[in-house]
């Protein structure tokens, strides 16, 4: 996950007002079409450079409860081409906020009213591949995902003091369920 240093240098211009506060709803299924209603601009301004564009975290789940945010994943060929994807989606309205080159090449940006994350990879980032395997099995294992979002809840509790500390407060929950996943015979 990076050291506080990287994580510090990585933030790009003021940090989001949403980060401040961890707010967990219940599942909204309305969470589909508001990926929807973002991917098609996106699709739209960068086209051909899209090697993939996928709704991801815990809004791409039915039934968790989440942020209501919608992460975004999208893959294209060379993340630190920014004059390349920057300028299109700049005319959506979203700006850089986390450049972590450090981090398998990983940029976010979000729209004006924070409601989403767009992750950018390369295609040859592994945490693609680990929030598909996530999503899939929570999608298809409703004991973890009850479990996880026991945890998110516990956690955002124990976490409203200092945010920032949410994310790896879930580690040791997230990290349970990558082991069964990767124990799970294909």
Known sequence: MGTPEQHASGLVGERPARWDHIVIEDYDPSWVTRFDDAAAPIRSALGSQIIALEHVGSTSVPGLPAKPIIDIDL?????ENEAAY????ATLGYRLI???PWWHGHRMLIPPD???NLHVWPPDSPELLRHRLFRDWLRT???DRAHYAETKHRVARATA???ATY???KNEVIDDIFTR?????A
């Open 167 to 169: 994310n790896m407060g």
């Open 114 to 116: 924070a409601d989403v």
């Open 181 to 185: 996943i990767f124990a799970t015979p």
């Open 161 to 163: 003091a200092d945010p």
């Open 98 to 100: 986390l450049r972590e």
């Open 86 to 89: 920057l300028p299109p989606l």
């Open 75 to 79: 893959t294209i060929a060379d993340t």
């Open 141 to 143: 294992h409703p004991d």
